[in-house]
């Protein structure tokens, strides 16, 4: 049975680094194919997609955010991270990690999160 | 602005069929398979379909869809009042190495 859960702070400051925990059970980062991603969804706004961690490290990034995020994964703890620098109160959003499946032209989320609630507030 | 549009609302009645349109452009829908997610408020999204026209087992057969060149779009018919949800279409865009959205569909059942 695959699961994810995010986790991390409620309240963020603005200009501080927001750090983003997604631990899951029932699959390996370290079988070749498995990919995590994180997603996330301002108040009443869109899905934005943020970033991808690969097995094999690869990562991916959101064109307007890259200069801000790091994602990066522990296999021994079966943990992704994401961080954000620089919030601001625009990043205040349910972020969302989700298991990504690709194989050539194909790819799908099948599994997500219960997503964490994040708000950028002085 | 999303990548992938779609039409911000729909509605129809009990019953009725709807179908929800996503457009992209060569290098994500044109190139890559398409899947849907459904949105209850307050909930996490579902996968609801995958590679064009492929359902979960746990999907019903009222929901479909289908991908033509660089469109995409999901039917649902015999609506019901639980099927009112945001719906987002995705993909991977080969030209951005980003996976991308469309701007979501608020499905209204009245």
């Known amino acids: 049975q695959v699961t994810l859960k995010e986790s991390g702070p409620a309240l963020v400051r603005p200009t501080e680094t927001l750090t983003l925990t997604c631990t899951f059970s029932g699959f390996s980062l370290s079988t070749t194919g498995m990919r995590v991603s994180w997603i996330r969804q301002p108040p009443g706004k869109a899905l934005e997609w943020l970033a991808r961690i690969d097995w094999d490290d690869d990562k991916f990034y959101s064109t307007s955010l890259k200069t801000r995020l790091t994602i990066s994964k522990d296999t021994s703890k079966n943990q992704v991270v994401l961080t954000m620098t620089n919030v601001d109160p625009v990043d205040t959003a349910t972020y969302y990690c989700?298991?990504?499946?690709?194989?050539?032209?194909?790819?799908?989320?099948?599994?997500w999160g219960q997503g964490t609630l994040v708000t950028v507030s002085s | 602005q999303s990548v992938l549009t779609q039409p911000p609302s729909m509605s129809a009645a009990p019953g009725q069929k709807v179908t929800i349109s996503c457009s992209g452009s060569s290098s994500n829908i044109g190139h890559n398979y398409v899947s849907w997610y459904q949105q209850v408020p307050g909930t996490a999204p579902e996968l609801l379909i995958y590679?064009?026209?492929k359902r979960p087992s746990e999907i019903p057969d009222r929901f479909s869809g289908s991908k033509s060149g660089t469109s995409a779009t999901l039917g649902i018919t015999g609506l019901q009042t639980g099927d009112e949800a945001d719906y987002y279409c995705g993909t991977w865009d080969n030209s951005l190495s980003a996976w991308v959205f469309g701007g979501g569909t608020k499905l209204t059942v009245l």
């Open positions: 590679d064009n026209d």
């Open positions: 989700a298991r990504l499946v690709m194989a050539a032209r194909l790819s799908y989320f099948d599994y």
